[in-house]
């Protein structure tokens, strides 16, 4: 190659570069917009309902939580919450209030037996909060398992009324600030206490998350259409055996993430129940107006059952 043709390819080779830089620099940005819209068809891997940095978050080290609280960037699954219908009933339990280790509050709502008992529930709330519909729901476990019930409040004191104040509080939940609420009332209720949990929509991801965190004091999960655990490491950890309840019609925790599910922690060796009823996300909420009573009557008899089995 002589002198000459080096210097022409130097020249276009430069000319080139100098194109490109200046070409990116002048084109904007535009945001992907496919991955909000797959998120609902995507329940095992959410890749773009929330940001990548809030799913990839060591700190959180909760990927089925946090990708359960993305779902709130999909319109559908926000519609698919109707708001809930008003109630009233005379509450047998009180409000109860415990420090944690931090100094900080946290909130729940306690129904204690007539009998003194080692036997307790924790009852996690669904999107909207700790509202009256789980109060009154913790009364009737109460009274019906002879248990120690304790609805814990996730939100931290809010409550939602509107679709889009839930979605606001769902997506603000921060894993470590719900697992330092579950600690606090572990420890409240004592380290001799026999301590199954339940929990519908995100109360149905986070029973399966606190039946893990109290470790060998967990004898019973309830896991109602909510994201379950899918690591094989902290499935193998799990004390207490599982009862899953599923919905065929459900878009979100669909029937091949319970499969998925199950599977996972049958290969962990661990015990599980699933059972799945040709009904939508939400079916068992007494204030969805289109609250399916009978296969959620059904439901209802299989986890009194399976909480019999957990306490004996």
């Known amino acids: ?37 797959a998120a609902k ?4 891997s959410i890749e773009g309902a929330a940001d990548s940095k809030a799913l990839n978050n060591e700190a959180t080290n909760n990927q089925a939580t946090t990708q359960f609280a993305a779902f709130t960037s999909d319109q559908a699954f926000v519609n698919k919450h109707e708001e809930p219908l008003p109630v009233t009933f005379q509450t047998k339990g009180a ?8 100094g900080t509050e946290c909130f729940g709502y306690e129904v204690k037996p007539k009998k003194d008992t080692k036997n307790v529930i924790f009852v996690i709330h669904e999107f909207w909060g700790l509202n009256d519909y789980v109060k009154q729901e913790s009364d009737k476990l109460s009274e019906e398992t002879g248990a120690h019930v304790i609805a814990l409040d996730l939100y931290d004191g809010k409550l939602a009324t509107t679709r889009e104040d839930a979605s606001k509080y769902m997506q603000a939940n921060k894993p470590e600030r719900s697992k330092a609420i579950i600690e606090t009332f572990q420890k409240y209720v004592g380290k001799d206490a026999k301590i199954a949990t339940i929990g519908w929509c995100f109360g149905g991801g986070w029973s399966h998350q606190a039946s893990l965190a109290v470790g060998k004091q967990a004898v019973g999960c309830v896991i109602y259409y909510g994201m379950p655990e899918m690591d ?5 950890t799990m004390n207490a055996p599982t ?6 019609q459900d878009k979100w925790i669909t029937p091949e993430v319970a499969t998925k599910f199950e599977a996972a ?15 939508d996300h939400a079916f068992a909420n007494p204030s969805n107006p289109k609250y ?20 004996a």
């Open 1 to 37: 190659m002589n002198r000459y043709t080096t210097l022409v390819l130097a020249s276009a080779l430069l000319l080139a570069t100098l194109s490109h830089e200046s070409l990116t620099a002048s084109t904007p940005k535009v945001k992907n917009t496919k991955t909000k819209s």
């Open 41 to 44: 068809h995507s329940c095992c």
């Open 95 to 102: 409000a109860v209030k415990v420090k944690a280790a931090d």
């Open 232 to 236: 094989a490491k902290k499935l193998a």
């Open 243 to 248: 009862l899953g309840i599923f919905a065929k």
């Open 265 to 279: 922690v049958k290969a962990a060796g661990k015990s599980i129940e699933v059972k799945m009823y040709d009904a």
């Open 292 to 311: 399916g009573k009978e296969m959620a009557e059904d439901a209802h008899k299989a986890v009194l059952a399976f909480l019999k089995k957990c306490f």
